[in-house]
């Protein structure tokens, strides 16, 4: 990947906030708890999701600068979705708890050297994991849940 193109990737990787809170004005509120069906999320879990995910992108991107080729924890999302009763958490706590780190890791990351692009953790299941995949993945992480968001919209509409 070149400066530019990763320029352009923490750009994106930026402006999630924006796109999620409009995408979330487009939605009745009323909707936010639908499935569409039982092992699929509602809005509320998605929302409650994008912040704990958002928790361990934070420490991935700190690991990533500070302590590089350090095992990372993997966890997985269907059990904190579960075990940690999303439903039952704030959409607004989540959302603030987002916006907070993801503005902290935006302004981290037009800050780097190029050098430290370089650095790599180790996750247990993927393997060795690149500075610039972790970007990837982050970057692509919102603009894939506001689809899946959408797509509850129309489907709450059809039922």
């Known amino acids: 990947m070149t400066p530019s193109e990763r320029s352009a990737l923490i750009e994106s990787y930026g402006a999630a906030w924006s796109q999620l809170k409009s995408t979330l004005?487009?939605?009745?509120?009323?909707?936010?708890t639908f499935k569409p069906?039982?092992?699929?999320w509602s809005v509320h879990e998605i929302i409650v999701h994008l912040a704990d995910s958002e928790v361990n992108s934070?420490?991935?991107?700190r690991c990533l600068i500070a302590e590089p080729d350090k095992l990372i924890m993997a966890y997985d999302q269907d059990q904190w979705a579960t075990r940690l009763r999303y439903h039952d958490q704030s959409t607004d706590d989540a959302l603030e708890l987002f916006r907070c780190l993801r503005q902290s890791s935006y302004k981290l990351l037009k800050t780097l050297p190029e050098e430290t692009w370089k650095n790599t953790i180790m996750h247990p299941e993927i393997g060795t994991m690149a500075f610039e995949y972790w970007?990837?993945?982050?970057?692509?992480?919102?603009p894939g849940h506001i689809s899946q968001m959408r797509g509850n919209l129309a489907a709450w509409k059809n039922k």
């Open 58 to 61: 934070y420490v991935r991107c």
């Open 37 to 40: 069906a039982p092992n699929r």
């Open 25 to 32: 004005s487009d939605l009745p509120k009323e909707m936010w």
């Open 135 to 142: 970007l990837q993945i982050y970057a692509g992480h919102i």
